[in-house]
């Protein structure tokens, strides 16, 4: 079975402030994924990343995947209370059709 | 606005019921998913279905079903409703390929009491 371990579970921090989340397995994944969860709401995909080395900008948020695609990492610049919510990063791996999803990271952004 | 439509956002059954959660996407899309979301344990696979009348058992499947009787509509059967299975249930469609990524439903939340 492929896990994906995410870091740190949870994360409180003031407007304005840099952070960094971290996703890692010992698996190899074809691709990985990011989404961002609202509450009371579905994930919503963010980014799809394939290539190792990989990075990818979304406005504020920076994703990387890993030279082995064994792991990933978002970084989101000058957060804001707008980027609330829980984090889940989505490994593909030997399945087509399936998603192995990491337990998330709740990021909370006070004002 | 692409979209995958959850029947229910709050449904409360009691236990012993026979509950029908329906999922019905516009997408077109070929796989469909059903997770349960519950904290501390992340999104947790039920079931899902590649194809019209095909489905798979994911890593959870015990007390549920599936059918998929057409392409657009995904239905998530509790055959006898217990306590523990009181969750956020969500709804997923996806094209085939590496590349795509699941287009999410609103979920239910199922309290079974």
């Known amino acids: 079975t492929q896990l994906l371990e995410q870091s740190p579970q949870f994360l409180s921090i003031q407007e304005g402030e840099n952070l960094t989340v971290y996703c890692n397995s010992s698996?190899?994944?074809?691709?990985l994924q990011w989404y961002r969860q609202e509450p009371g709401e579905g994930p919503v995909l963010l980014v799809t990343?394939?290539?190792?080395?990989e990075v990818k900008k979304l406005k504020r948020l920076t994703f990387q995947f890993g030279d082995a695609r064994k792991d990933s990492s978002l970084h989101i610049t000058a957060a804001q209370p707008g980027d609330t919510g829980l984090y889940l990063c989505?490994?593909?791996?030997?399945?087509?059709?399936?998603?192995?999803f990491g337990k998330g990271t709740l990021l909370t952004v006070n004002p | 606005d692409v979209k995958v439509t959850q029947s229910s956002r709050y449904l409360v059954k009691r236990t012993g019921e026979k509950v029908f959660l329906e999922c019905v996407q516009d997408?077109?899309?070929?796989?469909m998913f059903w997770y349960r979301q519950d904290p501390g344990l992340g999104l947790r696979l039920i079931y899902f279905?590649?194809?019209?009348?095909?489905?798979e058992k994911g890593d959870i499947p015990e007390g549920y079903s599936v059918s998929r009787e057409k392409k657009e509509r995904f239905s998530l059967i509790l055959e006898s409703a217990s306590t523990n299975q009181t969750s956020m249930y969500l709804c997923?469609?996806?094209?085939?390929?590496?590349?795509?990524?699941?287009?999410f439903g609103s979920g239910t939340r199922l309290t079974v009491v």
């Open positions: 997408m077109d899309h070929e796989n």
């Open positions: 698996s190899v994944f074809s691709s």
């Open positions: 279905s590649y194809d019209v009348k095909m489905k």
């Open positions: 990343v394939v290539t190792g080395g």
């Open positions: 997923a469609s996806s094209a085939p390929g590496s590349a795509y990524g699941y287009t």
């Open positions: 989505a490994g593909r791996g030997g399945s087509n059709y399936k998603l192995t």
